[in-house]
C-alpha cells in the first residue's frame, strides 16, 4: 500500500458495494465498505437462481463475500452507518455510527450455541422476509459474512432485564460480550466515496391491499417465493401453499404490481419480467406437472440471451404469457385465488383460478435514502433514487461521490456489477490521478 | 452503561422461599414448562409442587432466572404488563361484554354453560386459525388432565368445568415432540415457530402465560389466543373429592357435572343432582386462591364465565381487537348466538354487568 495513500469509502455492502470494494481492494486502494444489516450480501444472497443462466445466487456470490472479508484492504465495518459527511472531494471526513454486535466478530465461530439455548423466539429475521423467526441470539444466514452471531438488542431479555445470560454460559469460544455498546467513528482521509446502497421494494411502504397481498396467504411477493423456492428457506425448496402445505399446480405471476402505475410509482422495475420467467422456470423444474401464467403489460428482455430465455419458458417449461390487465384479485373460500383480468390478445374479460398468485413487486429505493442524501450533501431524482448526468452516469451531484447499483435505478445483476467496476475505477482517480 | 453483571438473578431456589413454601404457588406450571422445554433436566412437578428433580438435578439449574420472572406471583414484569394491556382497575381493558350460547347441540350437552369455550376453540380449528389448543381433560375419576390437543375432535372430551387445580401450562414442555406430529400432519406448517395455539385457563395461568409472552420466550411464543375462565376459587383435587363423597355419597368416577352457582351441585351419571353448601368446600380451597385478586383475569384476549348470564348463557368479555373479529366470526357463522337483551334494560345492561364482576372480585378479595 502507498503511504500516505487516502481511503474510499463504499456505502452498502451487496454486491455493488462488494465489488467495487473488492476492485478498489485489488488496485491496492484502502476501502471502507460499510453496511448496515449484520452481514454482507445484500438481496443477492436472499435470491435461489440468478437469470438468464439460472446459477446458484448465493453460489457465485459467496466467494466475493469471503474475499471481501479477508482482502489485507477491506475494512468491513457491519450493523453501521454512515451519519456525516464532512471536507470535499479527496479530502472527506466521515462519522459511522456501529451498532454494537454483542459478540466478538473474531472470536465467534458461528457454532450457534447461543442461538439453540436463547429463551427467546419470534425475532424476525429479514433474510427470510419475515417467514421464519429467530432466537434474539443469532445468524442472519448460516454462511453469512462476518460469520458471527450477533444479539438482538431489543428481544434479548438480558439487555433488558439483567437476568438470563444463557448464551454466556453455552458459548465456548467466550465471544459474547454484553459491555459492548453503539459507538461513532470517524474516517479521516477518505478520497472518495462510493454510494451501493441498493434498494427496497415497493412492499416494504405500500400495503397492497387490492391485490390481496397479507390479506390472502395464497398472494405472495417475489421475494418470498425466491425464498420458499430456495433450498436453504423455509420449505428447503420444496414449493407449498402456506395456507394448507399443498403444492400449487397452477401459478400465476403478475407483472408490474406498483410500477408503470400512476397511483405508485411510474417507472418501469426493470427486472421483474425476467426473474418472473427465471422463476416459473425453476418452479418448474421442481415440478414437471405445473402449469404458470404471466400476466403481462409489456415484456421487458433487453440483455443478452434475455429474449431467447423467455422463448425457452414458453417452449420448454410451460410457460404462458398473457398480454392483460388484471381487473380483480380474489378467493374462494378454500384460499384458491381466482383473477378477473382484460385479455388484450382476445379483448375478452377472462377469468382464471390458480393455486398461487405470485407479484412481481416495484423497486424502489432503500430506506433511509432521504437521511443519506442528505449527510452525503447529494441530489435525488423525482424518484428518489440518486440524480445523475446521463453523461456522467457514475457521478452523483457533489464531486467526489459515485454512485453504482440499484440506489442509482433499477437494475439487474450484471449491470449492478458493471456500474461497480466503473464507479470504482472513477473513484480511485482521486487516489491515484494527477492533480485535484 | 449499568452493569448487568452485578445485578442479583433470583433463581428457583428464591421461588422456592417466596412462593413454594409461603403458599403462593398456584400450580400453573410455567416454571417446569420452561425449564424443561430448555432440556435443563432441573425442576418437574410433583403434584402441585413445582421442585428439584434431586439433589444431582439442582445442580444442573443454570441460574437463568427465567422461572422467577414468568411466575405469575411474581413482582417482575407487573408494572409493565399492566401497561400493556391497559390495566387501569380490577376488570382489566374491557372493549366489550356480551353473553351468548353455543348453537351447537353436541357441545351444549358437554359444555359447562354456554359452551362457549369449546365452540369457539372448534372454530378456531376449522379456520385454520390454530393448530393446537392448551385444554383440559378429565380422567374416569373426575380428576384435571392438562392436555394440548391437536384437533377439534378432542374437545369434546375437554369441555366442561373442571372444580380441581389443572396445570394447565404444564403441557408446553412437550411442545417440540407435538410440534413434530402436527407439523407432518397440517402441511402448511413449516416451522415449530410458525405454529398457533391457544390457551385456556384460569387468571393466574393466563397472567403467567403473559408474561411469557412479554418475553417471548419459548414455549409460550406460540401461543396466539388466550382464554381466560372466570375463577372465584379452585380445589386441592383429594380434598375436594373427600368433601365431595361424604357429604353426596357420590364416587368421583359417578360425577357427571359440577356446577358452582352460590352452592355447589353435583350431577351424578345416574342423574342425581346433590347441593352442598359452599362453605363446607373451603378446606379444599388452595391457599394460594385466598390471596389473588383476580376474578375474570384480566391478561387475556377473552374471558368467559357464567357469573352474571342468564341460565344457559355464559358471559365473554373481549379485550382486544383480536378477540372482537373473533367474536365477530364466530356469531355471523351461526355457532354462538347472542343472548336478546330486553329494549328496556338495554342501555342498563352493560354496566349492570361490569357492577356484578366488580362485586364478584371485591367478594373474592374480602376472601
Redesign the interface.
Given at each position: 500500500m502507498v503511504e500516505n495513500s487516502k481511503s474510499i469509502l463504499v456505502i452498502g455492502g451487496g454486491v455493488a458495494g462488494i465489488q467495487a470494494a473488492l476492485d478498489l481492494g485489488d488496485m491496492g486502494i484502502n476501502v471502507h465498505l460499510v453496511e448496515k444489516r449484520p452481514c454482507i450480501g445484500g438481496k443477492m444472497a436472499q435470491l435461489d437462481k440468478t437469470f438468464p443462466t439460472l446459477d446458484c445466487s448465493i453460489c457465485i456470490l459467496a466467494p466475493k463475500l469471503s474475499e471481501c472479508y479477508r482482502h489485507p484492504n477491506i475494512t468491513l465495518h457491519t450493523l453501521s452507518e454512515v451519519q456525516k459527511v464532512e471536507g470535499s472531494s479527496g479530502q472527506f471526513s466521515v462519522e459511522i455510527f456501529k451498532r454494537a454486535r454483542y459478540v466478538k466478530e473474531d472470536v465467534c465461530t458461528g457454532c450457534g450455541d447461543c442461538a439453540t439455548?436463547c429463551?427467546?423466539?419470534?425475532?424476525k429475521n429479514y433474510f427470510d422476509v419475515d417467514l421464519?423467526?429467530q432466537a434474539a441470539a443469532y445468524i442472519p444466514f448460516p454462511s453469512a459474512v462476518p460469520p458471527a452471531y450477533l444479539v438482538d438488542k431489543e428481544?434479548c431479555?438480558?439487555?433488558n432485564?439483567?437476568?438470563?445470560?444463557?448464551c454466556i454460559?453455552a458459548c465456548g469460544a467466550e465471544a459474547i460480550d454484553?459491555?459492548q455498546?453503539d459507538t461513532s467513528l470517524t474516517l479521516d482521509n477518505i478520497s472518495s466515496i462510493i454510494v451501493a446502497a441498493g434498494y427496497s421494494l415497493i412492499e416494504d411502504t405500500v400495503p397492497l391491499k387490492k391485490f390481496g397481498y397479507k390479506k390472502y396467504k395464497n398472494v405472495i411477493s417475489a421475494l418470498e417465493f425466491e425464498r420458499l423456492i430456495c433450498a436453504s428457506g423455509?420449505?428447503e425448496g420444496h414449493l407449498?401453499?402456506?395456507?394448507?402445505?399443498?403444492e400449487p399446480k397452477k401459478i400465476a405471476f403478475l407483472q408490474c404490481v406498483g410500477s408503470r402505475d400512476e397511483r405508485n410509482k411510474d417507472y418501469c422495475s426493470s427486472i421483474c419480467c425476467m426473474y418472473t420467467t427465471k422463476e416459473a422456470m425453476i418452479a418448474y423444474e421442481h415440478d414437471n406437472n405445473l402449469e404458470t401464467y404471466v400476466f403481462y403489460i409489456d415484456m421487458r428482455a433487453g440483455g443478452k440471451g434475455f429474449q431467447k430465455f423467455l422463448h425457452r419458458g414458453e417452449d420448454e417449461y410451460n410457460i404462458k404469457y398473457i398480454k392483460s390487465k388484471i381487473a380483480q384479485i380474489s378467493v374462494d373460500n378454500k384460499g384458491n385465488p381466482k383473477l378477473v383480468y382484460e385479455n388484450y390478445d382476445t379483448n375478452k374479460i377472462e377469468q382464471l383460478k390458480v393455486d398461487l398468485v405470485v407479484l412481481a413487486t416495484c423497486i424502489i429505493p432503500p430506506e433511509g435514502i432521504d437521511e443519506l442524501a442528505i449527510s452525503l450533501g447529494i441530489e435525488l431524482d423525482e424518484n428518489k433514487f440518486i440524480k445523475t448526468n446521463p453523461f456522467y452516469p457514475m457521478e452523483t451531484t457533489r464531486e467526489g461521490i459515485y454512485v453504482c447499483g440499484c440506489v442509482h435505478e433499477p437494475m439487474d445483476i450484471p449491470r449492478s456489477v458493471a456500474e461497480a467496476s466503473s464507479a470504482a475505477a472513477k473513484a480511485a482517480e482521486l487516489v491515484r490521478g494527477g492533480e485535484f | 452503561m449499568e452493569d448487568l453483571s452485578l445485578k442479583e438473578i433470583k433463581t428457583f431456589k428464591d421461588l422456592e422461599d417466596e412462593v413454594v413454601s409461603s403458599n403462593k404457588c398456584c400450580a400453573c406450571g410455567a416454571c417446569v414448562a420452561y425449564c424443561e422445554i430448555q432440556g435443563f433436566d432441573t425442576i418437574e412437578m410433583e403434584g402441585y409442587t413445582p421442585k428439584f428433580k434431586s439433589d444431582k438435578n439442582a445442580e444442573n439449574c443454570k441460574e437463568c432466572g427465567l422461572c422467577f420472572y414468568i411466575c405469575p406471583q411474581t413482582e417482575p414484569l407487573t408494572d409493565k404488563l399492566n401497561k400493556l394491556y391497559l390495566i387501569e382497575d380490577e376488570l382489566g381493558h374491557i372493549a366489550d361484554v356480551i353473553s351468548a350460547k353455543t348453537t351447537n347441540a353436541k357441545i351444549k350437552g358437554v359444555g359447562q354453560d354456554g359452551g362457549i369455550v369449546s365452540t369457539i376453540l372448534s372454530y378456531l380449528f376449522d379456520s385454520n386459525q390454530i393448530d393446537a389448543a392448551i385444554v383440559s381433560e378429565y380422567d374416569k375419576n373426575f380428576q384435571p388432565i392438562p392436555t394440548l390437543i391437536d384437533n377439534k375432535v378432542d374437545l369434546i372430551k375437554s369441555a366442561g368445568t373442571r372444580y380441581s387445580i389443572s396445570s394447565n401450562i404444564l403441557p408446553l414442555k412437550d411442545l417440540y415432540a407435538m410440534a413434530e406430529k402436527i407439523i407432518e400432519e397440517h402441511s402448511n406448517v413449516y416451522d415449530i415457530d410458525q405454529l398457533s395455539l391457544a390457551f385456556v385457563g384460569t387468571p393466574c395461568q393466563c397472567r403467567a402465560i403473559s408474561k411469557m409472552k412479554l418475553l417471548n420466550v419459548k414455549p409460550a411464543h406460540v401461543i396466539n389466543y388466550v382464554f381466560s375462565l372466570f375463577c372465584f376459587e379452585n380445589f386441592d383435587y383429594a380434598k375436594l373429592m373427600e368433601i365431595i363423597k361424604s357429604k353426596t355419597k357420590i364416587e368421583p368416577s359417578q360425577i357427571k357435572k359440577a356446577q358452582i352457582k352460590k352452592n355447589m351441585f353435583i350431577t351424578s351419571k345416574d342423574g342425581k343432582t346433590v347441593e352442598i353448601n359452599i362453605k363446607d368446600l373451603d378446606d379444599a380451597v388452595r391457599s394460594h386462591c385466598n390471596e389473588c385478586d383476580e376474578f375474570v383475569g384480566r391478561f387475556s384476549d377473552l374471558s368467559i364465565g357464567a357469573s352474571g348470564a342468564p341460565t344457559g348463557y355464559s358471559m365473554i368479555i373481549m379485550r382486544s381487537e383480536k378477540a372482537q373479529n373473533l367474536i365477530d366470526s364466530v356469531i355471523s357463522e351461526g355457532l354462538i348466538e347472542k343472548y336478546k337483551i330486553p329494549a328496556e334494560q338495554y342501555s342498563e345492561w352493560k354496566p349492570k354487568k361490569i357492577n356484578w364482576f366488580r362485586k364478584m372480585t371485591a367478594l373474592k378479595t374480602k376472601k
Open positions: 439455548v429463551p427467546v423466539r419470534g425475532v421464519m423467526t428481544s431479555v438480558y439487555l432485564y439483567g437476568i438470563c445470560g444463557l454460559q454484553f459491555t455498546t423455509p420449505l407449498k401453499r402456506l395456507s394448507d402445505g399443498k | -
